[in-house]
């Protein structure tokens, strides 16, 4: 019996228990011992039916009986493994049931440490400047300009959050809080004046508020829309909830009381400065980790089924039910963040006073972080009280105890600062209750944000006697708690208590009141019915562009400033030759990473190294503005750089390419669809490179080119944020979910044996290109500069780069055209020849031109336009489509690589091959460039005739079929198949009803 074979299908057929979900492609295993493909042959002794092991393995969850015909060894074998497996899957699928919520909340971490961290950030710039800070009311500035940004963010996201989407507010305010966090540490006066600081400041920190309100309507709303979903048990929806909201922010109180502390244990004293930029840029990697975690989040259950996204939501009637219930939400929230925020503010200048202003700043710091740990007993606590006594009833709890607290330290105050730790006590007391009542249940019982949050505690405290005066710090307690005790009893009479699974009986209850009103339950959007399509894949290669160009008008704009001290730093060889080190360094990993781990991680990830680094370099800076320490740290964060846009070449291209063979594109359009996706993209961030800095000196003038060069780096970024978020809902391209190698070992002898020809041939012709047209975009500036005189405007200089570089655009738009008409091929030697001859009328003619401006612009943008048409294009497509599926990330990357080492060689050769010829002053030193160029270009076409294999429409599919074992690689095997063959095989037949 153990010798027979029995059939995947008829067992499956038979045993309706087997039931599995997979969440990945599983090899099929079972004709590996010589039965049929699908047959398995029970092996008892030595191991498990490998069909069972993966269904173990790679399953959600496992039920299922073992065949009869299997020996009693291995089906005891299966049922423990399944018993065992049983206990794990339960975990997992509670984690994963209850982990979309946590990604919905957990951003309001950046609420509490926004507000928290200025408190200490208070405290230490009025040790730094003392009492300078009075006459711009800094205190009350600061720490109010967050609020009313908060304001802004949650009325506009409120209404974002139901007509575009909860996923689309929660992405937009994690981008805003980490742009703004990282600004506000970088904020600084005009000359180093310290109101332009508090300017800058206040204004960084409401737009931060801004995202740190859109979290409310958009990250709270999502996790209780969640909290209701079907794998969630009844008695935790509302303790989820809690944990995921409130919790959160109580943290970011904790955390931002404690990165000011350590900073000051790193920093000393003595470099305060570098204390309170950190504190406030750190906010920047919550941010960051968060908006990482919700890229694959998907709408919420309730959202889809029964949102107004689609249709006109019916103000008045939705106005009509629930005014009141909105209304006394709304006075509690208002009420309780009355209180809570300012004390969390003033908690430093509070504690400053009871411990003396001499006192050690690591002591009002420690304390602080004593104060803000209270915290969190209140919020985790209620949120595991609030599912059994409901929000309503937990709320007036945590009212009233507040509010006796708050009685208790206004009358005991005087006696209190004579002992700091019975002080610190009942202040963390007072807070904690705060969060086990109000603190959660106002998210509870609150669908969306509508909170002022009017701070008017700075009054208060003068009119009490001020903050030096035991009696201006006992009265904010008198008012807290009878504020407190006012929201207990607007609690009590007005709102109502809510209970498991209420969401979806109101939208039932609200559904029926629109259909009494006149309005049909059609006005909802079925969201199964309303999935967006995932977006198209242009690849980012804009960004690419826009930051080579970038380096030629720096190259003119730094010389302006710096004059001639850029020479000894050999500025121009360096930075414009490190962000190819980096890209090379891109292309090699990311290549491999696009193979084994996806195109879309690899597309993300690259995003994201660009986003960062393009700020970076914008805010590049040496040691006491020393120039050699601008070029090193900009030399550093180019090289970064470098590595996302490198990464973009076997991700972002590779992804177009097999996008470009998909059912819907015709088979006259796939080639131009990736050209005008990959190369114009390029050519199209060459002419805004150039566009940007000259209208930046418009704007700014030549007295301000620090702000040009720093702008014109910084503003890479925007394009990189738009690619990101278009990315997003994007899945991998259907020939590598097809035919990758994702989840076995690559075979790389038989790669190699396969593709070292065609690779060798693509990689020099990509080289020589690149050694040619790189050098060619980053010292144009100098040429023009050299021709129109170095007396001539800056605005001429740049203006001329504008024109020669939109001579581009017609080569990669018109080459994109006729590409599936020649093919690349020849398409690629149409392009190189047409560059020769051009090239050589420019070398013979230079000193004619160099007296007719127009003329060079139109003749060198000519050359620059067919090197689009040609080998831009072509380059590309041919890379991108000669290697299989499994291989081709890394079969690209090392083509591309060579095109970077090419322009790497290029970019230091160039200046040589100038000098030789007679040096960039001379006429014969800049047309011998045009020379050594287009006999270079030459070169490349023989190349190409000779050794460049010609593709065709739906190549992929047919080298994927050919590299799967029916071509050269079929001889490997004695049977006849091959590695490849059988790889791919075991990859692609699953039983369909496993999948």
Not at 373 to 385: A, D, E, K
Not at 743 to 769: D, E, G, H
Not at 862 to 876: E, R, Y
């Amino acid at each position: 019996m153990d010798n027979d074979y029995f059939s995947i299908d008829a067992i499956l057929a038979e045993n309706q228990k087997v039931q599995c979900k997979f969440k990945q492609r599983i090899p099929d295993m079972g004709h590996l011992s010589g039965g049929s493909e699908r047959d398995i042959l029970p092996q008892s002794r030595h191991q498990l039916p490998m069909w069972l092991a993966y269904i173990v393995i790679y399953s959600d969850w496992v039920d299922f009986d073992i065949p009869q015909a299997f020996s009693n060894k291995s089906a005891r074998g299966v049922a423990a493994i399944s018993q065992s497996m049983a206990t794990r899957t339960g975990l997992r699928q509670k984690i994963k049931s209850i982990s979309p919520i946590f990604a919905c909340g957990t951003a309001l971490f950046s609420d509490g440490y926004a507000n928290g961290v200025i408190s200490d950030v208070n405290l230490i710039l009025n040790r730094i400047y003392d009492n300078e800070l009075t006459k711009h009311k800094y205190t009350n500035v600061i720490s109010s300009l967050v609020f009313a940004g908060t304001f802004v963010g949650m009325i506009l996201f409120g209404w974002l959050s139901d007509k575009v989407g909860r996923k689309f507010g929660m992405m937009t305010a994690s981008w805003i809080v980490a742009f703004f966090s990282l600004l506000s540490a970088a904020s600084s006066g005009a000359n180093h004046s310290l109101g332009g600081l508090v300017a800058m400041l206040s204004v960084c920190r409401f737009c931060l508020g801004i995202g740190v309100g859109a979290e409310y309507p958009c990250g709270s709303v999502a996790a209780s829309e969640r909290s209701e979903e079907r794998d969630i048990a009844k008695m935790a929806q509302h303790r989820w909830v809690g944990l995921a909201t409130n919790s959160t922010i109580d943290f970011g109180f904790v955390i931002a009381t404690f990165v000011p502390l350590v900073l000051f244990w790193i920093f000393g004293e003595n470099h305060l400065r570098a204390v309170w930029r950190m504190s406030l840029g750190l906010g920047f990697v919550p941010a960051l980790a968060v908006l990482l975690w919700r890229i694959g989040m998907k709408e919420p259950e309730r959202y889809q089924k029964d949102s107004m996204k689609h249709t006109k939501i019916p103000y008045s009637l939705v106005i009509r039910r629930y005014w009141k219930s909105l209304a006394a939400v709304s006075f509690v929230w208002c009420l309780y963040d009355f209180i809570v925020y300012p004390f969390s503010i003033y908690s430093g200048i509070v504690i400053d006073n009871i411990t003396g202003g001499s006192d050690s700043l690591t002591v009002i710091l420690g304390w602080n972080v004593i104060i803000n740990l209270f915290y969190m007993p209140g919020t985790i606590g209620g949120s595991f009280v609030v599912d059994y006594l409901g929000p309503k009833w937990t709320l007036i709890t945590g009212l009233v105890s507040q509010a006796i607290i708050g009685f208790i330290m206004s009358g005991l105050y005087e006696t209190l600062t004579k002992h700091i730790a019975a002080f610190a006590v009942l202040y963390g007391i007072f807070l904690s209750l705060g969060e086990l009542g109000p603190g959660i249940c106002t998210f509870l019982l609150a669908s969306k944000s509508c909170s002022t949050a009017v701070r008017a505690f700075p009054a208060i405290i003068e009119d009490f006697g001020g903050s030096s005066s035991p009696k201006g710090n006992t009265g904010p307690f008198w008012v807290g708690s009878a504020l407190a005790l006012l929201s207990a009893l607007v609690t009590f009479f007005f709102i109502k208590p809510i209970h498991a699974d209420g969401m979806a009986e109101e939208d039932a209850l609200f559904r029926e009141y629109l259909e009494q009103n006149g309005c049909g339950t059609a006005l909802f959007s079925d969201g199964y019915a309303n999935q967006v399509v995932s977006a198209v894949n242009l690849s980012e290669y804009l960004l690419q562009s826009h930051w080579n160009l970038i380096l030629m008008m720096l190259d003119v704009v730094l010389n302006r400033i710096y004059d001639n001290a850029l020479t000894k730093h050999k500025y121009t060889n360096l930075i414009s030759s490190f962000v190819f080190a980096g890209t090379v360094v891109g292309m090699l990993l990311f290549g491999w990473l696009s193979d084994k781990i996806g195109r879309k991680f690899g597309m993300m990830a690259a995003s994201w190294i660009v986003i960062f680094f393009s700020l970076l370099c914008a805010a590049s800076s040496g040691a006491n503005h020393s120039l050699g320490g601008l070029v090193a740290m900009l030399s550093v964060c180019r090289f970064c750089l470098g590595i996302g846009v490198g990464a973009e070449y076997p991700c972002g291209s590779v992804a177009a390419s097999e996008r470009s063979e998909e059912r819907d594109i015709g088979k006259k359009s796939q080639h131009r669809w990736v050209a005008l996706a990959t190369n114009t993209m390029i050519t199209s961030g060459f002419v805004m490179a150039s566009f940007v800095p000259l209208v930046l000196v418009w704007i700014f003038g030549e007295n301000h080119l620090r702000a040009v060069w720093r702008m014109s780096l910084g503003l890479g970024a925007v394009p990189a944020l738009a690619v990101l978020l278009w990315r997003v809902g994007m899945k991998e391209p259907e020939r590598y979910q097809t035919d990758s190698m994702k989840y076995t070992k690559i075979p790389y002898s038989l790669v190699i044996r396969r593709y070292w020809k065609s690779l060798l041939a693509n990689a020099v012709v990509w080289c020589l290109f690149d050694f040619i047209v790189y050098p060619f975009n980053i010292y144009s500036a100098t040429v023009i500069n050299n021709i129109t005189g170095n007396s001539d405007s800056l605005t001429v200089i740049l203006g001329w780069n504008v024109v020669i570089t939109l001579f581009t655009m017609p080569g990669t738009i018109g080459g994109a055209f006729i590409l599936d008409y020649l093919g690349p091929k020849n398409t690629l030697l149409l392009g190189l020849a047409a560059q020769a001859v051009v090239g050589f009328i420019v070398s013979a003619l230079y000193k004619t031109l160099t007296k007719h401006i127009a003329a060079f612009a139109v003749l060198y943008g000519v050359f620059q336009s067919l090197s689009a048409l040609g080998p831009g294009n072509c380059t590309i497509v041919l890379s991108a489509k000669t290697s299989a599926t499994a291989v081709r990330g890394q079969y690209y990357g090392v083509a591309a690589a060579a095109g970077k080492v090419g322009a790497f060689v290029g970019t230091w050769v160039f200046p040589v091959i100038i000098n030789d010829f007679g040096g960039s002053s001379t006429a014969r030193g800049n047309s011998g460039q045009f020379w050594v160029a287009s006999g270079i270009v030459v070169v490349n076409a023989i190349i190409t005739f000779f050794f460049i294999q010609p593709i065709h429409s739906d190549g992929l599919v047919e080298e994927d079929a050919l590299a799967s074992g029916q071509s050269t690689l079929s001889e490997n095997n004695s049977d006849g198949s091959s590695s490849f063959d059988s790889t791919w095989r075991r990859m692609d037949t699953i039983p369909a009803k496993w999948g």
